[in-house]
C-alpha cells in the first residue's frame, strides 16, 4: 500500500508537476508586487503617457519613443548597458528605412561576454503607418511600458543578489546570469502583413 502510494507520488511528482504552468500566489506575494504608482496612467504616467502616441518607423515620431526609452535608462537605470542595433532596409513602400532595436542588458558585474545566459524580455515600440494617428496602446505602448517598470523593479535587488554572490565568491559559470530588454523596431507592416511586409527591424 505504502509502495503504491509513494509509486503515484513519483508519478505525480514525474508527470504531473512539470506540466503545472503556474501556482496560485498569496496574499502576500501579491501584496509585495511593487506598485505601478500611476506609471501606466494613459493622461500622465510617467512610463506610459510619453510613448503614447504615434511611432512610425523612419519618422521623427519613433525618434520621440526612443528618445524617452533613452532618457529612461540614462537617468534611472544608469548601470544598464544601452545598445542600439541599426538595419536599413527596403520597406513595402519602396523607400529605404533605418530600424532601431534598443538593447539594454544587465549582467552580473564579474560575468565574462559571452558566458551570460540572460532572460530576455521582449517587446516591439513601433505602431502601425495606419489608420492615421494610431498609437498602438497595446500593441506595443503598454508592453513597453511595463518592461521599463519591470527593469526598475528588479534593479535594486539585483545589485543587492550579485554583491552577495561575489562576497561569498560565489561567481562561477552558473551564476552569469542577466537580464536584457529588447525594445524593437519594425516589427508592423507598412501596408498589410506578409513575410516580406513585416518583421523588419524586429527578426
Ligand atoms: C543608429 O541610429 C540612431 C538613431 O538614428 C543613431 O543615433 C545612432 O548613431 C545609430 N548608430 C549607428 C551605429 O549607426
Not at 72 to 94: M, R
Not at 160 to 187: F, I, N, P, R, T
Request: charged share 20%; aromatic share 8%; glycine share 6%.
Amino acid at each position: 500500500m505504502h509502495l503504491h502510494a509513494a509509486f503515484i507520488r513519483l508519478i505525480f511528482l514525474a508527470v504531473v508537476v512539470p506540466v503545472l504552468a503556474y501556482t496560485a500566489l498569496s496574499d502576500e506575494t501579491l501584496a509585495g508586487l511593487p506598485s505601478s504608482n500611476g506609471d501606466f496612467n494613459i493622461k500622465d504616467g510617467k512610463l506610459l503617457a510619453p510613448i503614447l502616441r504615434t511611432r512610425i518607423p523612419g519618422t521623427p515620431s519613433i525618434e520621440i519613443a526612443r528618445h524617452f526609452f533613452l532618457d529612461f535608462f540614462h537617468k534611472e537605470l544608469p548601470t544598464w548597458k544601452i545598445t542600439l542595433e541599426n538595419s536599413t532596409q527596403q520597406t513595402a513602400l519602396g523607400k529605404a528605412i533605418t530600424f532601431v532595436n534598443i538593447i539594454a542588458t544587465r549582467d552580473p558585474p564579474w560575468a565574462q561576454n559571452g558566458d551570460v545566459g540572460r532572460l530576455a524580455l521582449v517587446a516591439h515600440y513601433d505602431s502601425k503607418l495606419t489608420p492615421d494617428g494610431f498609437v498602438g496602446a497595446t500593441d506595443s505602448a503598454a508592453p513597453c511600458a511595463m518592461l521599463l517598470h519591470a527593469a526598475r523593479s528588479i534593479d535594486q535587488a539585483l545589485t543587492k543578489k550579485w554583491e552577495a554572490m561575489e562576497k561569498s565568491g560565489d561567481v562561477g559559470l552558473s551564476a552569469e546570469k542577466g537580464v536584457q530588454l529588447l525594445v524593437l523596431d519594425g516589427e508592423e507592416s507598412f501596408i498589410s502583413w506578409t513575410d516580406e511586409d513585416s518583421l523588419y527591424g524586429a527578426r
